[in-house]
């Protein structure tokens, strides 16, 4: 039996491109004891991908080259050698980008049992996965809103920023969204509930942004989750209100390793700011009750959220490089089978 995997064969400079990947074929061994052979159903793209590809100092150590790319996944168990998984069972691991990934499931937390009944299993790379969890902590550990305060989220329409608003929204905050294009802010505000979206395509400036902000938020804003960074988060700085929160998730402006310059860090100071970076890793003592709170929502019909779905893991790299300009809409996944 084959695998497909795709590997990273070098580091980009400045744009990643296709060409930092190759799509090779390998023999799969047979299982050891305690190994499990997962068929991976779904694959997940996320944009702390692309920081992984650089050989730079980060949170995290750099992808190593010419090894399966990494990346969360989800999939069925086909043959097992553990008692604790079963041929059918759905799991959920960091499989990376390949159709079969044999685990050595006597490791604590590498593999986890989903329940496919009651949640679709591709929810498990987002809603109820790892973007979800990244918002039900940056909002309710860092930002902390409380009943009536503004929150703003950029990457509205993403994995991440649509899960927050919906929870700002279920706590009792306004929530503004900043996304782009207009079919993407329709569905921030129509589909997932949000009172207010921001196109900042029609606001390619700062003192633009700003505006449309103080529109959408008269009273000011009290808690910002950044995924964007830059322009974006000048003009959200300039509408903070006293002691306002910033939960620093992510900076997809700077990817391409460009500086990401802010315009006015005297503002952290004048608005006695609080602005914290986080990386949901590191936190996973939150994990449970976050993952309970958000497959209830789910399962429910009260946490909606959306998918752009590549066919085949050879369109993987395409569809990376086109979540990381905005082509997605939702959670970017590649499904395999």
């Known amino acids: 039996m084959t695998n497909r995997q795709i590997l990273l064969v070098s580091r980009p400079q400045g744009e990643a491109s296709v060409d930092n990947f190759k799509l090779v074929e390998t023999p799969l061994p047979l299982l050891a004891d305690g190994q499990v052979l997962v068929r991976h159903h779904y694959l997940s793209l996320d944009p702390y ?5 650089n050989d730079a100092k980060s949170y995290a150590a750099p992808q190593p080259l010419n090894q399966v790319m990494i990346g969360g996944t989800v999939g069925v168990v086909v043959e097992s050698k553990h008692a604790g998984y079963k041929p059918g069972d759905t799991v ?13 499931a006597t490791q604590r937390g590498v593999l986890q ?10 929810a498990y790379l987002g809603a109820v996965g790892m973007p979800g969890v990244t918002a039900w902590y940056g909002l309710l550990k860092l930002i902390q809103p409380q009943p009536g305060q503004t929150v703003v989220v950029s990457a509205a329409s993403g994995a991440v920023g649509s899960v927050v608003g919906q929870l700002a929204r279920l706590r009792g905050c306004r929530a503004i969204g900043i996304a782009g294009g207009p079919d993407k802010c329709h569905y921030v505000t129509s589909e997932l509930g949000f009172d207010a979206c921001i196109d900042y395509k029609q606001h390619p400036d700062e003192a633009s942004l700003a505006a449309a902000l103080k529109e959408a938020a008269p009273d000011g804003i009290d808690g910002c989750f ?3 960074g830059g322009m974006v988060l000048d003009a959200v700085m300039l509408q903070m209100n006293a002691f306002g929160r910033i939960a620093l998730c992510g900076m997809i402006s700077g990817y391409d390793s460009r500086p990401i310059p802010m315009a006015r860090p005297q503002l952290i100071l004048t608005q006695r700011m609080r602005v914290e970076g986080f990386i949901i890793s590191e936190h996973m003592e939150v994990w449970p009750e976050a993952l309970q709170e958000l497959g209830e929502l789910v399962a429910a019909g009260r946490l909606k959220y959306r998918e752009s779905v590549a066919q085949g893991l050879e369109n993987a790299p395409q569809a990376f490089l086109g979540m990381l300009k905005g082509r997605n809409f939702g959670k970017q996944l590649v499904k395999l089978v």
């Open 113 to 122: 049992k989903v329940d496919a009944q009651r949640i679709p299993l591709s």
């Open 226 to 228: 950044e995924n964007v």
């Open 92 to 104: 959920r691991g960091m499989g990376g980008w390949q159709e079969y990934a044999i685990v050595d």
């Open 49 to 53: 991908m692309r920081m992984r590809m």
